[in-house]
């Protein structure tokens, strides 16, 4: 059976060096944005004077508001055009920096951090457009550099926070990230072209875009808020409920409406449900990752003969070798995906994630460890980002890809919010008694890091339950990832 029809070649493709560094930078300047306040989270608590459950906040309202936004604006790029989206997805973000640089409000502090979310749309409207825009022998690259740079900016934002703290504020945080969105913006207004494909027979879904927005909150906010309410609270148990409900009415909505916001035939082919089940699992593991990595790298030694007193900056360094990897493994999940497809870099990419949390649960009385452990985590969470985009865009006409990885770029986030969550259960589970402050024990850090190589094994494995694709006979190591050529087993 073939696959999606793609956009057809042109000689007036623009090159990929116009256009490929304002897109990544697009990338990398989001990335940043979400994570940088990861590690300030108690000490912002302290600054703007609010209890520790209300401060997370900040994170919480940024996860709602990208995943709501990702994928209506990767829908509205597939109707109205991808760059208009994209600029306003940067919009977004440069909005909620400058908001967030100008105010000493925890409120305004938090409506800034929603507008930041409006960056999440990045992800599926550059995908998009490379996929749109560049000479087919270039979508492999650009599609595996934009999805690495997720996992490089990530890394990048934690190292960039320590080292801003240790001469700044807490507002040079939210500087960088406006400072990152406007370069970004003003590249992609100058080198993106307008994109020609636009899915001129859609139409708008109000009532699809409000149900997912709606069990979206609701996951998000009782996934959150978990560990502060009690996960058998009637709060908890009830948004859970809510959004179970809503997400099934949203479910028969989209597939009784004649023009989707989501269309459910499309999720619900293997290579796109599956691929965005390894997407959950992969979030789940690299946003748990980084906060059990920061916090037990953080624990001052003398209290707990574990861990290594370190600053912010020190945490962020040792994290450091994970944004290297991803972004190593960018250029090798390319040429991967092009010989053999998309299936050997994201079971290597969830192998490798499995390993490098494995390792930390055996050996973590050394800062090498760490940076042995963080280096090979990069590598897999690239290899991983680099190989979805791929199985989506060969799965999904050009005018569905906005859509398609926008779901993916949410599930991804979710994936992160439930690690999150599930990571600082487990730590607060279990913590050492008669100390002034409540500090885990080692044995729930290396609880934390089993979970998190089960969750990644786990995603190395679905990858087998999608039939194996195969790159056609005309295809080279240079061309477009396989699925986009090829043709699946009978």
């Known amino acids: 059976m073939s696959e999606a029809p793609q956009p057809t070649a042109t000689a007036s493709k623009p090159s990929s060096a116009r256009v490929l560094p304002a897109l990544v930078l697009a990338m990398l300047a989001y990335s940043v944005v979400q994570t940088a306040v990861v590690p300030i ?10 209890s520790g459950s209300n401060i997370t906040w900040l994170m919480t309202a940024n996860l709602l508001s990208a995943a709501v936004l990702t994928p209506l604006l990767g829908r509205f790029g597939d109707l109205r055009g991808r760059k208009p989206m994209l600029m306003i997805s940067l919009g977004g973000l440069i909005a909620g920096s400058a908001l967030a640089v100008s105010t000493h409000s925890f409120t305004l502090l938090v409506i800034a951090r929603v507008l930041q979310g409006a960056g999440g749309g990045v992800l599926p409207l550059a995908i998009s457009i490379v996929r749109d825009e560049l000479p087919k022998e270039k979508v492999t690259g650009g599609v595996a550099a934009i999805s690495a740079s997720m996992g490089v900016g990530s ?72 560990n502060e309410w009690g996960w058998t609270s009637t709060k908890t148990l009830g948004l859970f409920a809510v959004a179970a409900v809503v997400a099934l009415a949203w479910i028969v ?68 070798p994970s944004a290297v ?65 791929a199985y989506i865009n060969g799965a999904v006409p050009a005018e569905q890809s906005g859509i398609a990885n926008g ?31 409540p500090l885990p024990t080692l044995d729930a850090y290396k609880h934390a890091f089993w979970t998190t190589a089960a969750m990644c094994l786990i995603a190395a494995v679905v990858p087998f339950a999608i039939r194996r694709i195969k790159p056609a006979a005309t295809a080279t190591a240079d061309q477009t990832p396989s699925p986009e050529l090829a043709k699946t087993d009978a």
Do not use: C
């Open 325 to 389: 990897g991803s972004m190593l493994a960018a250029p090798v999940g390319a040429l991967l995906i092009a010989r053999r497809g998309p299936r050997l870099p994201l079971v290597l990419g969830g192998a490798l994630g499995a390993v490098s949390m494995a390792y930390l649960a055996l050996r973590h009385s050394a800062e090498g460890d760490i940076y042995t452990a963080s280096a090979i985590f990069g590598l897999g969470v690239g290899l991983a980002y680099a190989a979805m985009p």
């Open 155 to 226: 890394g990048l934002g934690l190292v960039a926070t320590g080292l801003l703290l240790e001469h700044w504020s807490y507002k040079s945080i939210f500087w960088m990230g406006l400072i990152f969105g406007l370069i970004a913006a003003v590249l992609v207004a100058v080198r993106v072209p307008q994109d020609p494909v636009v899915d001129k027979e859609g139409g708008a879904d109000p009532l699809g875009a409000i149900t997912l927005a709606g069990w979206l909150s609701a996951l998000l906010v009782a996934v959150s808020q978990g």
């Open 407 to 437: 779901m993916n770029a949410v599930l991804r986030t979710v994936g992160g919010a439930i690690g999150t969550a599930v990571m600082a259960a487990i730590l607060t589970g279990d913590t050492i008694k008669g100390l002034p402050i």
């Open 253 to 320: 909505i989209e597939s009784k409406v004649k023009h989707p916001l989501v269309d459910m035939k499309m999720m619900s082919r293997p290579a796109v449900a599956f691929t965005n089940i390894s997407g959950l699992l992969i979030g789940f593991g690299m946003y748990g990752s980084f906060m059990v990595i920061s916090n037990f790298a953080q624990t001052p030694a003398k209290f707990t003969h574990y861990g290594f007193t370190a600053t912010v900056l020190h945490a962020g360094v040792m994290l450091l």
């Open 41 to 50: 989270l108690p000490s912002l608590a302290k600054e703007l004077n609010v």
